[in-house]
């Protein structure tokens, strides 16, 4: 299996910090490598697609990019609705494993 | 753009089985693939299971191999997720999420239901 590895596990930032969020592949998975974001008790909403695509509706102040091995996820300007927690998800073989999750929290 | 909405999540035994069922709306459900994804208390995602636009070919993680089954029927617009042996483990929110409809290539969960309840203790 895949295994992904993101960091941080946790964040605090301020509204309006620019944030990075990094995940790391075991093996290479090309660009097949998805976003999402997870509020408490909503359903996930699928922010970035194959590693760099904006998602239909998703604001411009997402943007992922990385391909092989290593990937990020930057939100240049946070927005007090973007606090959640982030996943990433690869899709190049089964099982799509998705990384443990990085927790957004106010600073 | 469409509507996923799972129910049949609650209590059940240690040993028991449940059935989960995700209806859908507002899109061709037999041109899509689906994925079922679930959320332990506490814990992050973890992907659970696929079932192709057909039904022919389906998928599951090693944890549930042999003890959940994922199906789906064109006339209800429904995939379902049966589930036999339930432990403790298996306690979870259950989402079901639509499969890009790409032929080939790299996928994506484009839409997901708001998840189910499934709690299994004595």
């Known amino acids: 299996d895949i295994q992904m590895t993101q960091s941080p596990s946790s964040l605090s930032a301020s509204v309006g910090d620019r944030v990075t969020i990094t995940c790391r592949a075991s093996?290479?998975?090309?660009?097949?490598l998805n976003w999402y974001q997870h509020k408490p008790g909503k359903a996930p909403n699928l922010l970035i697609y194959?590693?760099?695509s904006l998602q239909s509706g998703v604001p411009s102040r997402f943007s992922g990019s990385g391909s092989g091995t290593y990937f990020t996820l930057t939100i240049s300007s946070l927005q007090p609705e973007d606090f959640a927690t982030y996943y990433c998800?690869?899709?190049?073989?089964?099982?799509?494993?998705f990384g443990q999750g990085t927790q957004v929290e106010i600073k | 753009d469409g509507e996923l909405v799972e129910s049949g999540g609650g209590l059940v035994e240690p040993g028991g089985s449940l059935t989960l069922s995700c209806a859908v709306a507002?899109?061709?459900?037999?041109?899509?693939?689906f994925n079922w994804v679930r959320q332990a208390p506490g814990k992050g995602l973890e992907w659970v299971s696929f079932?192709?636009?057909?039904?022919?070919?389906?998928y599951y993680v090693d944890s549930v191999k042999g003890r959940f089954t994922v199906s789906r029927d064109k006339a209800k617009n429904s995939l379902f997720l049966q589930m036999n042996s339930l432990t403790a483990e298996d306690t979870a929110v259950y989402f079901c999420?639509?499969?890009?409809?790409?032929?080939?290539?790299?996928?994506?969960?484009?839409?997901w239901g708001q998840g189910t309840l499934v709690t299994v203790s004595s």
């Open positions: 999420a639509r499969v890009s409809h790409i032929v080939a290539g790299p996928k994506w969960l484009d839409t």
């Open positions: 507002g899109f061709p459900f037999e041109n899509f693939g």
């Open positions: 079932i192709s636009s057909s039904g022919v070919t389906v």
């Open positions: 093996q290479t998975i090309s660009n097949y």
């Open positions: 194959t590693a760099s």
């Open positions: 998800q690869q899709t190049y073989s089964i099982p799509w494993t």
